[in-house]
């Protein structure tokens, strides 16, 4: 039997769609919160629905435009402890959904709003998606090959990494926040704000030398032979991080160039010290140098595509790549749960749902009939 997780009798009402809210909701719903996803009918066949995302959850179709899909709405606000949304700003003002109308029905609930630039400010209106919240911020600018334009990455760090896990520790903050007090709370969350954190280590080194932060010509970017990435003979790439002096001193004596170690930084020779690694490293297979590494600490890794990525007995141990029985009976791979609680563990409770899915289910407890049920769905309520 599974344990109830961390978040067990936390209902949470899910008004996003895309990536980030629907990311959070998840991570919420993998321990133990009751997540309901509430999304209009309109968006049903916009191919935007993630199903990835929609495991442990329960989905309802609702137009909160409609004076019932709003009375539905609110119905379940009251009874809610956090109510996440994604819309640009002023529009859950406009639907009658916001966090003051709510707050009126239910004091107690912590609101949570995902934006690209935030609430306030000169481009709070502004439409956006990842790539310019990352170009913004200074990150894109430090993303791929020097003198060549700016690298946009194949995964979305500034939805996920800027807006939904901020917005999950704004929302598990807020409730430690009400045990406390009794009171809920609004949370702003900028996906751009989130990323501004990123230069924490650009702030320090550019204060620390002098100098330009540049793409691909710094400490931990491609600069130094210690911090890079090399091809193999057989057209693999290995990384090698050996930030510390002992593992550079490792790595050098290894390959026999224990004269190299005291030039790890060094300005004059970095270019020579990198052509003599891109040569070793390409004499040997990828497999080949794992094997002669396994003594030897000078942090490497393998890069890795996704599908390697789904074989990886790392992840298949840690349980971040798991198997989950589908709705028709098959089996099909799953990414895992990243945080290991001991006493109150995530899991995956149910697969992904369908879109509008628990309509029925729902607005049955909430004591509506079938029969009037059947009229909003007749009337485009649900």
């Not at 509430?38 to 409609?66: A, C």
């Not at 709405?73 to 009658?96: C, M, N, Q, W, Y």
């Not at 020579?272 to 297979?285: C, D, H, L, N, P």
């Not at 899991?347 to 628990?358: M, Q, W």
Request: proline share 4%; aromatic share 10%.
């Amino acid at each position: 039997m599974l344990s109830q997780g961390a978040l067990t009798g936390i209902r949470v009402l899910d008004l996003s769609r895309l990536l980030p809210g629907p990311y959070c909701s998840m991570i919420l719903a993998d321990h133990g919160a009751e997540v309901i996803a509430v999304e209009g009918k309109k968006f049903q066949s916009d191919g935007m629905f993630f199903k990835e995302i929609s495991r442990n959850k329960r989905h309802v179709s609702l137009n909160l435009k409609t004076r019932e899909g709003k009375a539905i709405f609110l119905a379940l606000a009251s009874k809610t402890d956090v109510i996440l949304e994604g819309f640009r700003p002023g529009v859950v003002k406009t639907l009658g959904v916001d966090y003051e109308t709510v707050k009126a029905v239910n004091p107690g609930v912590v609101y949570c709003s995902i934006t690209g630039y935030g609430q306030t400010g000169p481009m709070w209106d502004r439409v956006g998606h990842d790539v310019n919240y990352l170009s913004i911020s200074g990150v894109l600018d430090l993303i791929g090959e020097k003198g060549r334009p700016p690298s946009i990455p194949g995964v979305q760090f500034a939805d996920i990494a800027g807006g939904s896990m901020n917005a999950v520790i704004g929302i598990l903050l807020a409730l430690f926040a009400r045990e406390k007090t009794g009171e809920g709370q609004y949370i702003d969350i900028s996906m751009t704000d989130g990323m501004i954190g990123y230069l924490t280590l650009p702030s320090f080194f550019t204060k620390l030398t002098g100098q330009r932060y540049e793409r691909s010509e710094t400490k931990l970017s491609h600069r130094f032979a210690c911090y890079n990435t090399y091809e193999t003979s057989d057209h693999k790439y290995l990384a090698i991080g050996a930030v510390e002096e002992r593992f550079w001193r490792n790595l050098c004596e290894h390959l026999g160039v224990p004269e190299y170690t005291g030039l790890q930084y060094d300005e004059g020779r970095r270019q020579e010290i990198i052509a003599f690694m891109r040569k070793t490293f390409a004499g040997k297979s990828l497999e080949e140098w794992e094997e002669e590494f396994l003594e030897v600490e000078v942090c490497h890794s393998r890069i890795q595509g996704y599908e390697e990525v789904l074989r990886d007995p790392l992840f298949l141990e840690r349980e971040m790549i798991v198997p989950v029985l589908q709705r028709d009976g098959t089996l099909s791979k799953a990414l895992g749960i990243p945080v290991k609680l001991s006493e109150t563990p995530g899991s995956l409770r149910t697969p992904p749902v369908d879109f509008g899915e628990h309509t029925r289910e729902i607005l049955l407890e909430l004591g509506y009939t079938d029969g009037e049920i059947d009229d909003f769905l007749a009337r485009g309520v649900i």
